[in-house]
DNA sequence: TCGCTTTTGATATTTTTTTATCGATTATTA
DNA sequence: TAATAATCGATAAAAAAATATCAAAAGCGA
């Protein structure tokens, strides 16, 4: 590849790309580096260096960044111009919170179903469909799901992780408060939600 | 203070935390920074490097780090010994599911109400209050709420803020894939479920 | 057209974070 | 008790990321 991309810039670009969405739908044809960084809290010179590694058309002194140009680059670069179909393994209460969340869309991805050993929540959530765990091998391959979002319980946390791979899930998104273990060539990261809180309320005696 | 601790190993103590509590429940007292390196998925080295800005007793050379006492060193550092109310702002789907989720008590933050302008989910779920929105003021003031987390829609999500901030929080974790402004002295966090799982998505890609 | 302002992109600098090395200390075992 | 293995902490080196500076290009108004 021509300039290799810094990891947290890689890290940044879903923000960009959100923040560059909302200002699209207001018809904000052109946008400064200075207005991105005001409203996503960077400063404008790090918003330059991390958009100059992947914006094909330079950006123009005077008037600043074209905002279509810029989403279809990023969305290019993260591969959401293809579809990638998801499924949820758990569903509970945030499972199918997250069942129903349509955010994902913008992003190219599409969840599919939910799988769930309980039998009393197999069925269908928002038009899409609830099955047993057992099935997860037979519909992961028929889907061609690629990536799983865990929401069981911190129990059932690694047998499903388990079935997941064996079923061919190759990421996957734990929102489980516990460490599984995953064979190498598997990515799993873990989105602790009291962490994160954690962290919001350590956050009020720093600087930053 | 002595030595500043870094912000990326701050970042990394809630997760500390989680893995030397699961330890802690299977019995283990003591335990090795290549013990804790293996499962977190990091060096040896950066553990140390990590633990040596908190832990109270060094590690002993040929046993390791006793558990009961990093717990109690994170925990101290990051405030978690004091009790720290919260409350949900919006509802919803994934609102509710925040309201029920239990893993927040192991930080010390309860989650002691919800908010809501929409009359039909006014009540109660899972024993803890859904308020109208309009009683945000009375209800944070009373109940010492310090930490909203943050789950209306994208249309609401400024309004939702700044009654949040008019009633005294001063630290927001939001869900909303949107950017709202907020006053210095204020703490905002966004978490990005759709850009989170996008990322993983990218990772594919990606060596780490 | 001309000067002024905006805004970029490249280079250089500083800070932060990660990784490596190695002697010293403690447990373990014979 | 003495040798061996495991483990730490400190220091140093390398890598990565954030930040600053500034000349040049593009728009804008007179």
């Known amino acids: 590849m021509a300039d290799a991309i810094s990891k947290a810039t890689m890290l940044r670009f879903p923000?960009?790309?959100?923040?560059?969405?909302?200002?699209?739908?207001?018809?904000?044809?052109?946008?400064?580096?200075?207005v991105i960084a005001e409203a996503m809290g960077?400063?404008?010179?790090?918003?330059?260096?991390?958009?100059?590694?992947i914006s094909s058309?330079?950006?123009?002194?005077?008037?600043?960044?074209?905002?279509?140009?810029l989403i279809a680059d990023i969305e290019r670069?993260?591969?959401f111009r293809s579809r990638t179909n998801a499924a949820v393994v758990g569903a509970g209460r945030l499972g199918r919170a997250m069942l129903a969340y349509d955010g994902f869309e913008a992003y190219g991805i599409h969840v599919v179903a939910a799988f769930d050993v309980s039998p009393v929540v197999i069925g269908a959530a928002d038009g899409k469909p609830i099955y047993p765990m057992e099935r997860i091998f037979e519909v992961v391959r028929r889907e061609d799901i690629r990536v799983g979002i865990l929401t069981v319980s911190r129990e059932n946390a690694q047998a499903a992780t388990d079935d997941m791979i064996k079923a061919g899930i190759g990421a996957i998104l734990s929102f489980?408060?516990?460490?599984v273990h995953v064979p190498d060539g598997v990515l799993i990261r873990y989105e602790?939600?009291?962490a994160s809180l954690a962290g919001v309320c350590g956050g009020l005696l720093l600087s930053e």
Do not use: H, M
């Open 57 to 69: 058309q330079p950006g123009k002194p005077g008037s600043g960044f074209e905002v279509s140009e």
């Open 77 to 79: 670069r993260l591969g």
């Open 176 to 179: 489980v408060p516990a460490y």
């Open 192 to 194: 602790d939600l009291a």
């Open 15 to 34: 923000a960009y790309l959100r923040y560059l969405k909302t200002e699209a739908g207001r018809g904000n044809k052109y946008i400064s580096s200075a």
């Open 42 to 53: 960077l400063s404008a010179v790090a918003v330059r260096k991390d958009l100059a590694g």
